[in-house]
């Protein structure tokens, strides 16, 4: 089958045309770069900008289903690219997906479209969306593009929506690593001596882009399937990954409230620094720390993640090796 994958460059789109591959699909692999030489065997790399109408389009020709994985992700309160891509882009891909004819479309959401802070500590397919102006520009760009993307299901295109948990594990060759990977990168070499307390949703990539398969087959129209794993604290997360390499892990949390009571002071300084670690965003979600129920995804999927402790094994044995757990003939773009 020909398929078509937009962000195929990125750490969740890497990891998605290796799944998409290995089940024999022709894909057309699209971002704004693309690698040099020939990479695995029955992918095309083009470039394309989910911006442009007449670029998609163009990509586009010939798929029979297309995955949407481009978006721009940031902590930040205020981001104008951000919300173009996360909304617009959505929708100018969905409408060239509709005028080139592609049976079915499937969109990687986030967990950040449905509103974490008010959820009243659950999270399923029902919950608050982010629709509050308070929140930060990611989590309403996110909603943003699926009220986007349904305005062309109405019109006639068969999409699917997912909305990933925390995505960490191999293979991730993002430069930065994403920023899960990054904290556990540091705990596996011993370099984590506390951690911020709270928890999280977490989902092994490739999970996610099981589950991006598996809505592509199963899922029925319009519907939003949250592909989840399992809640842990980032203390306990983190002593995992040093447990792994042998290394000493955190000793201690410290209190997420008691952060988020000095960000007011350290979030500008963070700004100067052009890091947007230290603000309302990366701390929200572990102060709330939701059950995410992805048991939709499991009944009408199919969809089954991984235990966390064989992510947490596989990722660190990534770093040691990133060519390990490659396919065969794989490159990645430098």
Same mark, same amino acid.
């Given at each position: 089958?020909?398929?078509?994958?937009?962000? %195929?460059?990125?750490? &969740?789109?890497?990891?998605? =045309?290796?799944?998409?591959?290995?089940?024999?699909?022709?894909?057309? %692999?699209?971002?704004?770069?693309?690698?040099?030489?020939a990479?695995?065997?029955?992918?095309?790399?083009?470039?394309?900008?989910?911006?442009?109408?007449?670029?998609?389009?163009?990509?586009?020709?010939?798929?029979?289903?297309?995955?949407?994985? #481009?978006?721009?992700?940031?902590?930040a309160?205020? !981001?104008?690219?951000?919300?173009?891509?996360?909304?617009?882009?959505?929708?100018?891909?969905?409408?060239? %997906?509709?005028?080139?004819?592609?049976?079915?479309?499937?969109?990687?959401?986030?967990?950040?479209?449905?509103?974490?802070?008010?959820?009243?500590?659950?999270?399923?397919?029902?919950?608050?969306?982010?629709?509050?102006?308070?929140?930060?520009?990611?989590?309403?760009?996110?909603? %943003?593009?699926?009220?986007?993307l349904?305005?062309?299901i109405?019109?006639?295109?068969?999409?699917? =929506?997912?909305?990933?948990?925390? #995505?960490?594990?191999?293979?991730?060759?993002?430069?930065?690593?994403?920023?899960?990977?990054?904290?556990?990168?540091?705990?596996?070499?011993?370099?984590?001596?506390?951690?911020?307390?709270?928890?999280?949703?977490?989902?092994?990539?490739?999970?996610?882009?099981?589950?991006? =398969?598996?809505?592509?087959?199963?899922?029925?129209?319009?519907? !939003?399937?949250?592909?989840?794993?399992?809640?842990?604290?980032?203390?306990?997360?983190?002593?995992?990954?040093?447990?792994?390499?042998?290394?000493?892990?955190?000793?201690?949390?410290?209190?997420p409230?008691?952060?988020?009571?000095?960000i007011?002071? &350290?979030?500008?300084?963070?700004?100067?620094? !052009?890091?947007?670690?230290?603000?309302?965003?990366? &701390?929200?979600?572990?102060?709330?720390?939701?059950?995410?129920?992805h048991?939709?995804?499991?009944?009408?999927?199919?969809?089954?993640?991984?235990?966390?402790?064989?992510?947490?094994?596989?990722?660190?044995?990534?770093?040691?090796?990133?060519?390990? =757990?490659?396919?065969?003939?794989?490159?990645?773009?430098?």
């Amino acid at each position: 089958m020909k398929v078509a994958v937009t962000g %195929a460059a990125g750490y &969740l789109g890497t990891n998605l =045309l290796r799944l998409l591959t290995e089940h024999g699909h022709q894909v057309t %692999a699209i971002d704004r770069a693309v690698p040099g030489a020939a990479t695995a065997p029955g992918v095309t790399w083009v470039r394309g900008d989910v911006l442009d109408p007449a670029s998609m389009r163009t990509v586009l020709a010939g798929a029979e289903v297309v995955y949407h994985l #481009v978006a721009v992700i940031t902590l930040a309160e205020k !981001n104008d690219l951000a919300w173009r891509v996360n909304t617009e882009g959505v929708r100018v891909v969905a409408e060239a %997906a509709l005028a080139v004819g592609a049976r079915r479309m499937v969109h990687a959401s986030s967990i950040h479209a449905f509103d974490q802070y008010s959820c009243g500590g659950r999270i399923d397919e029902r919950a608050a969306r982010s629709t509050d102006p308070a929140l930060p520009v990611y989590d309403r760009s996110k909603w %943003a593009g699926e009220v986007e993307l349904r305005k062309v299901i109405d019109q006639g295109l068969d999409a699917v =929506l997912c909305n990933p948990t925390g #995505v960490f594990g191999p293979l991730d060759y993002s430069k930065p690593l994403s920023r899960i990977n990054r904290t556990l990168k540091d705990a596996a070499l011993g370099r984590v001596p506390a951690m911020i307390g709270g928890g999280f949703d977490l989902v092994d990539v490739r999970d996610v882009a099981q589950g991006l =398969l598996l809505a592509g087959e199963r899922g029925r129209t319009g519907e !939003n399937y949250l592909l989840g794993g399992s809640m842990i604290s980032m203390l306990e997360l983190c002593r995992v990954a040093a447990a792994h390499s042998g290394k000493k892990g955190p000793k201690f949390a410290i209190p997420p409230k008691l952060v988020s009571g000095v960000i007011p002071v &350290l979030a500008p300084i963070g700004k100067l620094f !052009n890091s947007d670690i230290v603000s309302k965003a990366a &701390l929200g979600a572990l102060i709330s720390a939701p059950i995410v129920d992805h048991g939709k995804a499991a009944r009408e999927l199919g969809y089954q993640p991984r235990p966390l402790d064989e992510t947490v094994r596989d990722l660190v044995a990534f770093f040691d090796d990133p060519t390990r =757990l490659a396919p065969p003939g794989a490159r990645r773009i430098a």
